[in-house]
């Protein structure tokens, strides 16, 4: 059985708006040439969806055909690149343990998607990924099983020392969490097939 990515380019990050920085760090290749790349490179994958509403958008897609031999030379200078980029904005030790003891969002009061809003957060402050993190956050709440739990519009009405007692970070996330909403935190969306 093969795996076939819906939306990769979106859903993976709106690579067809990517921030300068993205641009940068994925040099000589376009953001949505480096993960059409990265998908392909994995030999489960047999299909990526581009979403393409003219001709035309099949273009920068099409590029990765010509690199597809010389996927390991071409992505493993971009992915060292954008590993130290995220360890110099994050540091080490949270890039390697932020996810340590975080609770699933069914187990969080209110519902709160610790992991995920935790991992738009990095995102963002790595990658500049801003808009595509606001994007998925108000997603948050309204996402269905596609994304699930809620944003951390609450978070300071709730305690979650018993919840994250068992993170590394549970001092800092609070903080980080009350941050990412004012942040990232917006109108709710609805998905586009809800829309």
């Known amino acids: ?29 376009s953001p949505m040439v480096f993960n059409d790349l990265y998908c392909l490179a994995r ?3 047999h299909t990526l969806s581009v979403g393409a509403a003219r001709p035309r958008d099949f273009d920068e897609h099409l590029q990765v055909l010509a690199l597809l031999d010389q ?25 390697n343990t932020w996810r340590e003891g975080l609770p699933p969002w069914e187990a969080t009061p209110g519902h709160i998607n610790i992991p995920t809003i935790l991992w738009l957060w990095n995102l963002a402050i790595a990658y ?36 994250l007692a068992k993170s590394p970070h549970r001092d800092r996330i609070p903080a980080l969490l009350i941050e990412a909403h004012r942040r990232f935190g917006a109108q709710a969306l609805q998905r586009l097939s809800q829309s």
Not at 133 to 148: C, E, I, K, S
Request: glycine share 8%; hydrophobic share 40%.
């Open 71 to 95: 996927k390991d030379a071409i992505l493993t200078p971009i992915l060292q690149r954008l590993h130290q980029a995220a360890l110099d904005a994050l540091g080490e030790t949270w890039l």
């Open 43 to 45: 030999p489960q994958v």
């Open 1 to 29: 059985m093969g795996v076939f990515i819906i939306s990769p380019a979106d859903k993976g990050g709106k690579l067809y708006e990517p921030p300068a920085k993205l641009v940068q760090l994925c040099h000589p290749l």
């Open 128 to 163: 500049d990924m801003v808009e595509y993190a606001r994007q998925r956050y108000n997603l948050l709440g309204q996402g269905g099983h596609w994304f699930p739990g809620q944003t951390a519009e609450r978070v300071q009405e709730l305690d979650l020392t018993d919840y």
